[in-house]
């Protein structure tokens, strides 16, 4: 999905979107991430989102920790359940 798609998408207030999850596979192929506001989507897609890369087991070393995530808008994806609804069976 182009960025504009995606940025466009979440300024839909219908769809009430705040939150974003970054996600990627640890060194062993778990999936790892973390959250931020759908308002810095834009600022994440141009300049990256800064982590501690620590926090995340066998990623870096101490001196290696501070970390930037560049998610891609043609990786974004829509998971299927919303907060306070059963979305399963």
Do not use: Y
């Amino acid at each position: 999905m182009p960025e504009t798609d995606v940025l466009h998408f979440l300024e839909n207030e219908e769809k009430n979107i705040k939150f974003v999850n970054i996600l990627f596979p640890d060194i062993i192929g778990e999936l790892r991430g973390f959250s931020i506001p759908s308002s810095e989507v834009e600022s994440a897609f141009k300049d990256g989102k800064g982590f501690d890369g620590t926090s995340i087991n066998g990623l870096v070393r101490i001196e290696e920790s501070d970390l930037v995530a560049r998610p891609g808008p043609n990786t974004f994806k829509v998971f299927p359940w919303e907060f306070g609804k059963k979305n399963f069976g």
